[in-house]
């Protein structure tokens, strides 16, 4: 996680970023879905890097992130 200093703590499909596999974003959700799982958006998954809770990120080392993404999933 050296070169993640961006965490987004509710990515879900991450329309939030243009790149998606941006390399210093560390993607977070308290959930993994498959394409499908909308049936009226077949290809709509969630995939973070990391499953967690955003109210318990004591996993990241203290002032290792410079931004906090917090940009809540319009669906599910």
Do not use: Q
């Not at 998606?20 to 993607?27: G, T």
């Not at 077949?42 to 967690?52: L, N």
Request: hydrophobic share 40%; net charge positive.
């Amino acid at each position: 996680m050296t070169n993640k200093f961006i965490v987004d703590v509710c990515c879900g499909n991450r329309m939030f970023w243009f790149n998606k596999k941006h390399p210093n974003v560390l993607y977070l959700d308290n959930r993994i879905r498959e394409k499908g799982f909308i049936k009226e958006r077949t290809e709509f998954d969630i995939k973070p890097d990391r499953v967690a809770d955003f109210t318990d990120l004591s996993f990241i080392p203290d002032n290792s992130i410079k931004l906090v993404v917090f940009d809540p999933p319009p669906l599910c």
